[in-house]
């Protein structure tokens, strides 16, 4: 059952219980008022009627001494005659509550008069013929007798009313919950959408539309609730954009990968089929074995390289306190042999938190990058230098930390390939790349390294004036 049918449902019970009990409540208490004012009433009119009787009583002849029967019939038959419309319902009882006269349509039966006595005055509301009377039972002291005078007041229409009562309470109460369900109904409606809404949602991200958010229609708890779904599914189509990301950067990796490993062992397979397959004279032989010698050394190097990327992309990096002077000494004394191109080391010294290893191994890449940009096309900027290329190992410290930057004055990298280089097997040009040994994992596994650094690689170039890639490390004392 729908949670807005069970919510009608629920508050038409609340609302048919609160109305019959009211309602019962109120006819009753109008019935039971009215009932006691009529038998107040007839206790009032039997009262009078003793009272008539005593005095009728004084009036007779003075030769009884007590009253005979015929003269009370006498009296009873006058009372019975003044009565409102002709006559009156009452019945004489003398004192051993033998009848003595009962007026026409008197039909009250005898459980009145036993109990009453002479100083007592008793009434009972009684049904007879299918009509309700209030029986009344009083004593009398006419000349030396003691009688019992009962009278009968019909009081059925106080009984009707109370049926007329209840029956129009139960039409209105009948209305009232007609009107009441349908406003209910509204109510509930209005009350559930954003139950509704929500539901929507749910089944539209379950059916893959991640994108679809719940509308937000009110402030109560719904509401928020609905804040909170729609936060839950930002938060998750974030990571499914991830993962989809990851798992195309996966597939990107997987492609290139087979790639790269099918251009060296392509030649390999081809030069070792004629090696075996042909005689070839001597210098044939070793053009062949040369060919296979460095397409080999050229996946070795490249399977180091994919390690060293598994390995940075698990590794934690062990900072430690590093002189950033001993880090440039290492570099300028590698680099010293490079004659092609003029490499200028310049820093401020510091102490700063790294891997010196891993960082060395950053600084190797890009210097090498930079050297190979400067080679062909490349020039000397403005630096004094005509003949060869020049790169600028630069050292400073900055406002967040200590910048190391690598700038050459080489062929550059075109704006749309600037956020790709970084990317596994990545080249802007391949077959330039390649001829220089390249594979396109170099600036992978900086990008890698300068992660677990919590650095990441600056890179601004222009196309034919030179790059600059740089990172920050954090200064001492500041370890994450
Ligand atoms: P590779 O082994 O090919 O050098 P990298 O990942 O180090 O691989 O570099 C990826 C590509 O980025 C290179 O093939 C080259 O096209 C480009 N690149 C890297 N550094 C520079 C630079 N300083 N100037 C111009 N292009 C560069």
């Known amino acids: 059952m729908k949670f807005s049918i069970k919510l009608v449902l629920s508050t038409m019970i609340v609302l048919a219980l609160a109305l019959g009990f009211s309602g019962f409540y109120f006819v009753n208490n109008v019935f039971e008022t009215s009932l006691d004012r009529e038998v107040g009433q007839a206790l009032d009119e039997s009262s009078i009627l003793s009272f008539a009787f005593e005095t009728a009583a004084l009036n007779v002849p003075l030769k009884y001494s007590v009253m005979p029967d ?3 019939e006498e ?8 009565g409102q419309g002709g ?23 005898e459980g009145l ?8 005055k008793s009434y009972r509301v009684i049904c007879a013929q299918d009509r309700f009377y209030v029986h009344t039972c009083v004593s009398i002291n006419a ?3 003691i ?20 029956s129009l309470y139960r039409k209105v109460t ?3 919950l007609l009107t009441g369900m349908v406003i209910m109904l509204l109510i509930a409606s209005l009350l559930t959408k954003p139950i509704r809404l929500l539901t929507k949602a749910t089944r539209e991200m379950a059916a893959g539309d991640y994108t679809y958010r719940a509308r937000q229609i009110s402030r109560d708890e719904l509401g928020q609730l609905t804040g909170d779904f729609n936060k839950m599914a930002n938060a998750l189509e974030e990571n499914i954009c991830k993962l989809e990301e990851e798992i195309e950067a996966r597939e990107e990796f997987m492609g290139a990968f087979a790639h790269e490993l099918k251009t060296p062992l392509t030649a390999i397979i081809g030069y070792a089929d004629m090696l075996r397959s042909h005689k070839l004279d001597e210098e044939k032989s070793i053009m062949s074995a040369n060919y296979i010698y460095t397409e080999g050394k050229r996946l070795e190097a490249m399977s180091f390289r994919l390690l060293d990327i598994i390995v940075a992309k698990q590794d934690e990096a062990r900072l430690q306190e590093t002189s950033v002077g001993e880090l440039f000494a290492y570099l300028q004394e590698m680099f010293t042999e490079k004659k092609e191109t003029d490499i200028r080391f310049s820093h401020e010294e510091a102490v700063v938190w790294m891997e010196a290893n891993l960082i060395k191994t950053v600084l190797v890449n890009l210097i090498d990058n930079a050297c190979k940009a400067s080679e062909t096309g490349g020039g000397s900027g403005d630096t004094g230098s005509d003949t060869v ?14 910048r190391i930057a690598v700038k050459d004055y080489g062929i550059g990298i075109p704006e749309a390939e600037q956020s790709k280089i970084v990317k596994a097997f990545y080249m802007v040009d391949k077959s330039r790349a390649r001829s220089k040994n390249g594979a396109g994992l170099g600036l992978a596994l900086c990008a890698e390294i300068l992660k677990i650094h919590h650095s990441e690689l600056q890179i601004e170039s222009r196309e034919g004036e030179g790059s600059c890639f740089s990172f920050i490390l954090a200064p001492c004392g500041c370890k994450d």
């Open 75 to 82: 009296i009873a038959s006058k009372l019975e005659m003044g």
């Open 87 to 109: 006559g009156r319902l009452l019945r004489i009882a003398d004192e051993e509550k033998n009848i003595l006269y009962t007026s026409g349509g008197f039909t009250a039966d």
């Open 70 to 72: 015929s003269v009370v």
């Open 147 to 166: 009688l019992y005078l009962e009278t009968m007041k019909d009081v059925t229409e106080v009984f009707t009313e109370r049926a007329l009562g209840f």
């Open 113 to 120: 008069l036993p109990q009453t006595d002479q100083h007592t």
């Open 389 to 402: 290329g020049v790169v600028e190992v630069t050292g400073q410290t900055v406002e967040n930390g200590y």
């Open 143 to 145: 000349l030396n007798r």
């Open 174 to 176: 009948v209305v009232m």
